[in-house]
């Protein structure tokens, strides 16, 4: 095992640079998430992590050595691709083992590699079955399998539940965190799905157009996101974000409409001020008249059993709001609904920074 280390890493194509210089340590056996929207930058970070496109400008360190220059072999990684990979015509235990055939290992030890990776992800019953003969989940179990016999000290993955469907995601990731858990080795995995992130990262690098947004634990982004990019892309569905004037108390935000809300912490030096407050649709609870904060109108409603999803505006403006309620709400579109936020769950955002300042 070891860590990574990423110091002033940029990268740029030709004039155009999209890596705008990352810094950050992955310790060692700690599963990292790198997380964003298409385009932001995050298979490339990776990709200069694995070795598979250069550094322009840095330091990247796995372990206490420098790899810039090393080619991917002798790194020490296992990668896992979102297109499997897999050699069509070869069984489920020649993929497995055909990387440490290469290196020349003994018969017996690439035996016992192999059934060890393929009891550790249930594919024994299947190692002399062919990759057309398994199921999507099953082929990228086995292209995990490739990667634990190898014993690296990192393990990456590049989107690699990208192709599976919805139910078979959920079941795959969790496969992945036990086995991430069970084996211990310094992870770092490539999503643009904040669910995925969510659940499987002890901490979440966040990136958006190749910067760092914010480098935390899962609570951390959702309790404290530091930036209005974090606090949109951090939850389903997104948080609100309502144009708000700072009240001389430094809490109180008049919102566009004229209604007002109070916010836990903020500062008399914001007095007058124009910001965003931030809301996420779970902490919106419906109100009488008399208590409630502000009012939405109600434009779709989603019935999801459990909960209830109301999509909205802002009364008379036309500011978007959602509402995630306990339950079966029986709301019709059209109406309109009260609602109260606890202060606590109130955050404050400078428009012009987008940093939090709350």
Not at 52 to 75: A, F, M
Not at 142 to 164: C, K, Q, T, W, Y
Not at 206 to 217: D, I, K, M, P
Not at 271 to 299: C, I, T, W, Y
């Amino acid at each position: 095992m070891a860590k990574i280390a990423l110091e002033h890493i940029r990268k740029a194509y030709g004039p155009t640079e999209v890596i705008h210089g990352i810094d950050g340590e992955i310790k060692d056996g700690e599963f990292v998430v790198i997380v964003g929207p298409s385009g932001c930058g995050k298979s490339t970070l990776l990709r200069m992590i694995a070795g598979l496109e250069s550094v322009t400008d840095g330091t990247i360190r796995i372990g206490d050595k420098v790899v810039n220059n090393l080619e991917p072999s002798q790194r020490d990684i296992a990668m896992v691709f979102q297109n499997y990979a897999l050699y069509p015509h070869m069984s489920v235990f020649d993929n497995m083992s055909y990387g440490l055939k290469i290196r020349g290992l003994p018969k017996a030890e690439i035996k016992r590699r192999v059934e060890e990776a393929a009891h550790i992800l249930e594919l024994t019953p299947y190692l002399q079955r062919a990759p057309r003969q398994l199921s999507g989940g099953q082929r990228q179990r086995v292209a995990m399998g490739r990667a634990i016999v190898r014993e690296p000290s990192v393990f990456l993955f590049d989107e690699p539940l990208s192709n599976l469907d919805a139910k078979l995601r959920v079941q795959m990731r969790l496969e992945i965190k036990k086995l991430q858990e069970r084996l211990g080795i310094t992870s770092v995995y490539v999503t643009h799905d904040q669910v995925e992130a969510m659940t499987l990262g002890h901490r979440l690098m966040v990136l958006n157009g190749g910067n760092v947004e914010q480098f935390g634990s899962p609570i951390d982004l959702y309790d404290k996101p530091q930036t209005l990019f974090v606090a949109g892309f951090i939850g389903s569905p997104a948080m609100n974000i309502l144009d708000a004037v700072c009240g001389g108390d430094g809490k109180s935000m008049t919102l566009f409409n004229g209604d007002v809300i109070t916010a836990a912490s903020g500062a008399e030096n914001l007095a007058g001020k124009s910001l965003k407050a931030g809301m996420r649709p779970e902490h919106l609870h419906l109100a009488g008249s008399h208590d409630a904060q502000f009012s939405a109108h109600v434009d779709v409603v989603e019935q999801l059993g459990a909960d209830t999803i109301v999509h909205g505006t802002l009364l008379n403006t036309e500011e978007q709001l959602s509402v995630r309620l306990d339950g079966i709400q029986r709301l019709e579109r059209g109406s309109t609904i009260g609602l109260s936020v606890d202060p606590a769950n109130v955050h404050l955002f400078d428009p012009q920074t987008t940093q939090r300042v709350n």
